[in-house]
């Protein structure tokens, strides 16, 4: 960052030695004044979730084609991927997590540290696994496929005691969730509701991407997958703020019977009082293209995004990551005209998002500006 208006000290032949020291100290202080001031309007974020090795297919093999073989090694996870985002938009991002105490564990610190990410609270345990997956990418008419390998992950057995809240939540504005944390272990669903609590405590704002996965939510002997996730979305809605979620999401997990826009804004509200933005997405496929676009209701308007037509998709996995984290950005500056403006520049950043392999979104602002209008597609910057 660069701070624009430094003092211009002019000195004559009279200008004494003294009146230069002063001189000086007041450039400094009124420069420390900026800084503070500055460092006071970044907003600070915290996200909590897995983080998990991720191995993919090259190209867009088979597994079967692939392995034995290589495959494609990265670090992937939704919250962490909202995390990397909004550090590079600027923000303070803080993750929480917990990792394996291994050289793979403080590899996934090393690079979440290369991503300007807070990483102070990351817990590393010891005598434990971090959690995998395995992608299969969507190409044509082929869908992708992803199996997860993260049952006993640090994080699946992690206890609520572990982490410092008080610490945590100091001078924070939002707390960042996603329905896959609760989704992944008993322990770790407890570990979302108690870190509800501590961020209430400290008067902190929550957003909760409900982020349905069909393949956990496997915890509960006696009750079915779908509907251990509608219990435990229901009771999350209950306490946050900001909600995200698709069509899907609204009818099974919240059972919204509404099938029009505002109408399922409307009983989200009326049900929800505690909420303040409900943000519906729609994704649809025609073809090989994407297409993506958003609704942000509050108790004072509805706004539609335009359409992102995305055409070439090299990878959809933390698109919807991408959303959040430039939509929750966008909500909490002052940089952006109205909120249609905000739910244009997040669904740039998804459409932008689909051309990066890999789970984080290496875009910056200035990128998303310009996909937003149109200037970005094709071009060699030179």
Same mark, same amino acid.
């Given at each position: 960052?660069?701070?624009?208006?430094?003092?211009?000290?002019?000195?004559?032949?009279?200008?004494?030695?003294?009146?230069?020291?002063?001189?000086?100290?007041?450039?400094?202080?009124?420069?420390?004044?900026?800084?503070?001031?500055?460092?006071?309007?970044?907003?600070?974020?915290?996200?909590?979730?897995?983080?998990?090795?991720?191995?993919?297919?090259?190209?867009?093999?088979?597994?079967?084609?692939?392995?034995?073989g290589s495959l494609d090694f990265n670090?992937?996870?939704?919250?962490?991927?909202?995390?990397?985002?909004?550090?590079?938009?600027?923000?303070?991002?803080?993750?929480?997590?917990?990792?394996?105490?291994?050289?793979?564990?403080?590899?996934?610190?090393?690079?979440?540290?290369?991503?300007?990410?807070?990483?102070?609270?990351?817990?590393?345990?010891?005598?434990?696994?971090?959690?995998?997956?395995?992608?299969?990418?969507?190409?044509?008419?082929?869908?992708?496929?992803?199996?997860?390998?993260?049952?006993?992950?640090?994080?699946?057995?992690?206890?609520?005691?572990?982490?410092?809240?008080?610490?945590?939540?100091?001078?924070?504005?939002?707390?960042?969730?996603?329905?896959?944390?609760?989704?992944?272990?008993?322990?770790?669903a407890a570990l979302?509701?108690?870190?509800?609590?501590?961020?209430?405590?400290?008067?902190?704002?929550?957003?909760?991407?409900?982020?349905?996965?069909?393949?956990?939510?496997?915890?509960?002997?006696?009750?079915?997958?779908?509907?251990?996730?509608?219990?435990?979305?229901?009771?999350?809605?209950?306490?946050?703020?900001?909600? @995200? #979620?698709?069509?899907?999401? /609204?009818?099974?997990? +919240?059972?919204?019977? %509404? *099938?029009?826009?505002? &109408?399922?804004? $409307?009983?989200?509200?009326?049900?929800?009082?505690?909420?303040?933005?409900?943000?519906?997405?729609?994704?649809?496929? @025609? #073809?090989?293209?994407?297409? /993506?676009?958003?609704? +942000?209701?509050?108790? %004072? *308007?509805?706004?539609? &995004?335009?359409? $992102?037509?995305?055409?070439?998709?090299?990878?959809?996995?933390?698109?919807?990551?991408?959303?959040?984290?430039?939509? @929750?950005?966008?909500?909490?500056?002052?940089?952006?005209?109205?909120?249609?403006?905000?739910?244009?520049?997040?669904?740039?950043?998804?459409?932008?998002?689909?051309?990066?392999?890999?789970?984080?979104?290496?875009?910056?602002?200035?990128?998303?500006?310009?996909?937003?209008?149109?200037?970005?597609?094709?071009?060699?910057?030179?």
């Amino acid at each position: 960052m660069r701070f624009s208006g430094n003092i211009e000290v002019h000195l004559n032949s009279s200008t004494s030695h003294v009146s230069l020291q002063r001189a000086a100290i007041a450039a400094r202080r009124l420069q420390t004044h900026r800084l503070a001031r500055f460092q006071m309007a970044i907003t600070r974020f915290v996200t909590i979730g897995e983080i998990m090795g991720r191995l993919s297919t090259p190209g867009h093999q088979r597994f079967r084609q692939a392995m034995p073989g290589s495959l494609d090694f990265n670090f992937g996870g939704a919250e962490a991927s909202i995390a990397a985002l909004l550090a590079s938009l600027g923000a303070d991002a803080t993750y929480v997590t917990a990792l394996p105490n291994n050289p793979i564990g403080q590899a996934c610190v090393s690079q979440l540290r290369s991503l300007r990410v807070n990483t102070d609270h990351i817990e590393l345990v010891d005598d434990s696994r971090m959690g995998l997956y395995f992608v299969e990418q969507a190409i044509g008419a082929r869908p992708g496929q992803v199996i997860y390998d993260r049952a006993d992950s640090a994080f699946a057995q992690v206890s609520a005691s572990l982490f410092d809240w008080d610490a945590i939540f100091k001078n924070t504005d939002w707390l960042i969730l996603t329905g896959i944390s609760p989704a992944i272990s008993k322990s770790a669903a407890a570990l979302t509701l108690d870190a509800i609590g501590h961020a209430k405590a400290h008067d902190v704002k929550i957003m909760l991407d409900m982020n349905f996965r069909s393949k956990l939510w496997l915890w509960h002997e006696s009750v079915t997958q779908t509907d251990l996730a509608a219990e435990w979305m229901r009771k999350l809605a209950g306490q946050v703020d900001l909600l @995200i #979620g698709g069509q899907t999401d /609204f009818e099974e997990r +919240l059972q919204i019977k %509404e *099938t029009k826009t505002a &109408s399922i804004a $409307a009983d989200v509200s009326s049900t929800y009082q505690n909420i303040r933005y409900v943000i519906q997405t729609r994704r649809r496929s @025609i #073809g090989t293209e994407q297409r /993506f676009s958003a609704t +942000l209701t509050t108790d %004072e *308007t509805t706004v539609e &995004s335009e359409e $992102a037509i995305i055409d070439a998709v090299v990878d959809r996995i933390g698109t919807g990551d991408a959303f959040a984290a430039a939509l @929750i950005y966008a909500i909490t500056s002052d940089d952006f005209r109205d909120h249609k403006d905000r739910l244009n520049f997040a669904v740039a950043a998804c459409a932008l998002a689909h051309t990066i392999p890999g789970d984080f979104s290496l875009i910056n602002e200035e990128e998303i500006r310009e996909a937003q209008v149109g200037k970005s597609g094709g071009r060699i910057k030179r």
